[in-house]
Nanobody
Framework: QVQLVESGGGLVQPGGSLRLSCAASGFTFSIYRMSWYRQAPGKERDLVAT????????NYADSAKGRFTISRDNAKNTVYLQMNSLKPEDTAVYYC?????????WGQGTQVTVSS
């Protein structure tokens, strides 16, 4: 079965950096587009970034452009989100996502808290 396991979240000061990882299993990772979403308390879950199957095309939410970088390693079945210049408003639970065979799959999420 499809499994997505995020890691790398934590508490960081404003201006700091974190790298999130999402380890995927149970499907042919290298042929699927992967995405990162986030959900802040009391808010909807929003798309942060998307990467194509081969990693050649990436897209970012306006809030992430210039600060976040999505990447993937198809040999390791892992997608990453490098987050720099973090702001308090980046505080959220970050989720890995894949759409496969008309089904949506989510990881359990990893908490990112940006605070001094």
């Amino acid at each position: 079965q499809v499994q997505l396991v995020e890691s790398g979240g934590g508490l960081v000061q404003p201006g700091g950096s974190l790298r999130l990882s999402c380890a995927a299993s149970g499907f042919t990772f290298s042929i699927y587009r992967m995405s990162w979403y986030r959900q802040a308390p009391g808010k909807e879950r929003d798309l942060v970034a998307t990467i194509s199957s081969l990693g050649t095309v990436t897209n970012y939410a306006d809030s992430a452009k210039g600060r976040f970088t999505i990447s993937r390693d198809n040999a390791k079945n892992t997608v990453y989100l490098q987050m720099n210049s973090l702001k308090p408003e980046d505080t959220a639970v970050y989720y890995c996502y894949v759409a496969r065979n008309n089904n949506d799959y989510w990881g359990q999420g990893t908490q990112v808290t940006v605070s001094s």
